[in-house]
Nanobody, 125 residues
């Protein structure tokens, strides 16, 4: 059984930083692309960032480019999202996903096969 557990969310003031973690268990994910998405109230889930299995390729949404950094530690089956210079519009539930049925980084929610339960990020102005 695949399990993804996100952590690291919280309340932060605008301009602050948070680091999200997503720990995977049940399978070996070192060869699998993983991604971060977010969903604000009454909005659809949107792509934030993705990283290839080996970590050599990353993608970012334009809205977070230059502020967020995705990384992974395959020895720990964990992917991270370092979020700096946070803005109120970054407020959302953040989810991590893993691609099992495909290879390479991707930006669509349908490209990811398993999801975590999400972690809330709230940025106050």
């Amino acid at each position: 059984q695949v399990q993804l557990v996100e952590s690291g969310g919280g309340l932060v003031q605008a301009g602050g930083s948070l680091r999200l973690s997503c720990a995977a268990s049940g399978r070996t994910f070192s060869s699998r692309a993983m991604g971060w998405f977010r969903q604000a109230p009454e909005k659809e889930r949107e792509f934030v960032s993705a990283i290839s299995g080996g970590g050599g390729r990353t993608l970012y949404a334009d809205s977070v480019k230059g502020r967020f950094t995705i990384s992974r530690d395959n020895a720990k089956n964990t992917v991270y999202l370092q979020m700096n210079s946070l803005k109120p519009e970054d407020t959302a539930v953040y989810y991590c996903g893993v691609r099992v049925g495909g290879i390479g980084v991707a930006t669509g929610t349908s490209d990811y096969d398993y999801w975590g339960q999400g972690t809330q990020v709230t940025v106050s102005s």
